[in-house]
T-cell receptor
Framework: GAVVSQHPSRVICKSGTSVKIECRSL??????MFWYRQFPKKSLMLMATSNEGSKATYEQGVEKDKFLINHASLTLSTLTVTSAHPEDSSFYIC???????????FGSGTRLTVV | QKEVEQDPGPLSVPEGAIVSLNCTYS??????FMWYRQYSRKGPELLMYTYSSGNKEDGRFTAQVDKSSKYISLFIRDSQPSDSATYLCAMSSDSGAGSYQLTFGKGTKLSVIP
């Protein structure tokens, strides 16, 4: 089946630094990537949607200058949290959708802790 | 009213029990319905996917959709300790050609006690 590899699984960074999270579709071409944020006991919150080669579409309230999304190829999308602050600490999950069929395959998530 | 309502639980059942998980929604445009299972500190994995109203069975799992009531269910028969996880319902109005996002419930945390 379709596999999405997300790295790193866990990262701790200092306040003010930037962190990059990668998602790769291993055996299919991901025409669309979704980036979610998940708080404890809360539902997944969509942050942005990106189509390969296009600028990402951000949801209301998500700072596009803070959460930089790049989807330069059909198999790779990255989320960069710039100038991270403790309130950015969360679980970030990507999801990829391929051309064929109806499938949203999720990455394994990244636990970000900003200290 | 939130678009998707799901009782967060936690729900605790003995091994072998039948588990019923439910979601209600308000957007009548939703026509694709999914159930995801999420283990702690992992990404969600797709369990069941149904289109429009009806039932779908896959092993011990049965998904039901009642669009007239805007109500979906996931049943787990002969529950096992390995079923212990958070179950998220998700739905979309995507026609299949677009890239509409999923709308998730909050998730129900299930514990199956041996």
């Amino acid at each position: 089946g379709a596999v999405v590899s997300q790295h790193p699984s866990r990262v701790i960074c200092k306040s003010g630094t930037s962190v990059k999270i990668e998602c790769r579709s291993l055996d299919f071409q991901a025409t669309t990537m979704f980036w979610y944020r998940q708080f404890p006991k809360k539902s997944l919150m969509l942050m942005a949607t990106s189509n390969e080669g296009s600028k990402a579409t951000y949801e209301q309230g998500v700072e596009k200058d803070k959460f930089l999304i790049n989807h330069a190829s059909l198999t790779l999308s990255t989320l960069t949290v710039t100038s991270a602050h403790p309130e950015d600490s969360s679980f970030y999950i990507c999801s990829a959708r391929g051309v064929q069929g109806y499938g949203y395959t999720f990455g394994s998530g990244t636990r970000l802790t900003v200290v | 009213q939130k678009e998707v309502e799901q009782d967060p639980g936690p729900l605790s059942v003995p091994e072998g029990a039948i588990v019923s998980l439910n979601c209600t929604y308000s957007n009548s445009a939703f026509q694709y319905f999914m159930w995801y299972r999420q283990y702690s500190r992992k990404g969600p994995e797709l369990l069941m996917y149904t289109y429009s109203s009806g039932n779908k069975e896959d092993g011990r799992f049965t998904a039901q959709v009642d669009k007239s009531s805007k109500y979906i269910s996931l049943f787990i028969r002969d529950s096992q300790p390995s079923d212990s996880a958070t179950y998220l319902c998700a739905m979309s109005s995507d026609s299949g050609a677009g890239s509409y996002q999923l709308t998730f419930g909050k998730g129900t945390k299930l514990s199956v006690i041996p």
